[in-house]
């Protein structure tokens, strides 16, 4: 019997701004985002990826992106990220004021060229030239480069686990503050990812620091308890596991921060979220969304009379 | 960094037919409990609880388990159990030619008397009964005491890990073949259900045989994927996830079978199940209990391409 050393906090960043939103077709007035950044930082949540810097022609959902940034740098002690898929988008990113940019690069050969039009080398290129335009503005925004598809890809099958490796290790010659591993089409299993984040952790040290999961097949919450088993103590989550998959209709998106956030404090793990506030929001967004798919447990079950008060609290 | 020891084989024994049953209203056909014992079993189930020994006026639902035993046992290999609540329970278990006769035990005082109407300590000295009621008869009918509500209670919120140890180890004294531990209420976590597991076993040495979780609020596999790290190596579960919990409207009961026997299937794990033919049975047993509700995200959003082989085809 291992005894395993928990950590004492884990970091949870909402997502469902920008990749909860970017799969749905209707464009959310941004007066309600600005309430839902306000109020997931009332529930607590301390990191936000507000929007993208996508041209608003792709993402019209999304265009409001800058206007965002500019509202939650207002919260004190807020994390404001974006998501940036190229140079220009860099940019626009620096000129917002946010604190991170979120650099996607596709493991698969196949995804990246579906989603960049790029293959995964070019894309390495791209985020070089983006560390080279920080450096020239002289910027203090941080990078992150989340790695897509690390765990499969719908379109390619299995991406190898020294592709991966591979790609993470330029990345992180380049200069880059952050990588984090994503399972962009809920492919992954416990098992794989506890051996790829401990793999990746040798190639990336500290740099490792977001592990970003769907929930397509169910295994979302047991995919980021083996990525905290393996140490990483940050994850991306979207209120209400909204986004999904156009591939597979019904199926859930992102891991619901609802439901992480009660893993985490079913365990005593502090991640600062009340997670009744985060209901409350949860209803709200409902509203809005009317006739989406929502998804996550613990919403409809309602909260155990065990669970540890502390957290409650935080 | 750990490296953990994965088992070759995993055991999934069918519970829909007593534990999700007995939790809907409608009494499914004695021909269609059939139809789905051998379903089960053309997908490669080989241990199913079949239903319940309790008075039929209780649960009109399971009355006809004699019937099924009867037929199970027609099918090579196939370990058939029913659950027994009480004395007079175990004698019509012992006739009816069952495997296995599952006894419950509250490890919660309140669930105990409100379920069974006695004290856990009452519950012990019946199950002492029932051994020499076996020994009395010189029958083979294995025992195995399942201890609900191990992780917590509705009722009574907190269970102690004392009070559950202590009952385990008056069970095992009195000769029982097996215990496992229950997640009755959909409330333990993975953190706990490792430590309650690794300690169990200090007690119950290789007779602590099965984990029982619901995923009530969410967490289903994650304990799943903790009792399995602690060397449990057979689990509950219900086809479809049927069952739920009378006071979460909406939440669902036991862990979905597909989705566990692809949790297993995704690590590489073998549990003999073919999971297309368990989406054949899922659409079934949905068409025969139209307007229940069904949970489990494998059947929605279909298997990965990248799921390893050997299993598919076990």
Same mark, same amino acid.
């Given at each position: ?17 920008? $990749?909860?939103?970017? =799969? ?71 000129? =917002? ?41 002289? =910027? ?6 989340? #790695? ?26 380049? *200069? ?59 994850? $991306? ?14 199926? =859930? *998106? ?9 893993? #985490?404090?079913? #365990? ?43 957290? #409650?609290?935080?």
């Amino acid at each position: 019997m291992t005894v395993f050393h928990w950590p004492e906090r884990v970091t949870v960043r909402e997502v469902g701004l920008r $990749d909860g939103l970017q =799969s749905i077709a209707r464009t959310l007035p941004t007066a309600q985002k600005l309430q839902w950044i306000q109020g997931a930082y009332e529930a607590g949540i301390r990191e936000i990826e507000v929007g993208s810097f996508v041209p608003p022609k792709l993402l019209p959902q999304l265009a409001d992106t800058a206007e965002l940034v500019a509202f939650a740098q207002t919260l004190p002690g807020l994390v404001v990220s974006v998501l940036v898929p190229n140079l220009k988008g860099a940019e626009r990113a620096m000129d =917002s004021g946010a604190d991170w940019m979120l650099l996607p690069l596709s493991a698969s050969h196949a995804h990246s060229l579906a989603n960049l039009r790029k293959a995964p080398d070019e894309v390495v290129a791209e985020i070089g030239a983006m560390v080279e335009a920080r450096r020239a503005r002289g =910027s203090h925004i941080r990078i992150e480069v989340g #790695m897509s598809t690390a765990f499969g890809c719908t379109i390619q099958g299995r991406v190898t686990v020294d592709e991966v490796l591979r790609l993470l290790q330029a990345v992180v010659a380049l *200069g880059v503050d952050r990588v984090g591993l994503a399972d962009t089409v809920g492919y992954a299993d416990p098992r794989q990812v506890g051996e790829l984040f401990a793999k990746a952790r040798e190639v990336a040290g500290d740099k490792l620091g977001c592990g970003h999961f769907h929930d397509t097949r169910g295994l979302g919450l047991t995919n980021v308890m083996a990525a905290l088993q393996a140490g990483e103590t940050r994850f $991306d989550a979207c209120l209400a596991g909204i986004g999904g998959c156009p591939h597979a209709p019904g199926a =859930s *998106g992102n891991v619901a921060t609802e439901d992480l956030a009660y893993l #985490m404090a079913s #365990m005593g793990l502090h991640t600062g979220i009340d997670i009744g506030r985060l209901f409350a929001l949860r209803a709200q967004v409902a509203q809005w969304l009317a006739g989406e798919g929502l998804h996550g447990s613990i919403a409809q079950a309602g909260l155990p009379k065990t669970l540890p008060t502390p957290e #409650m609290t935080a």
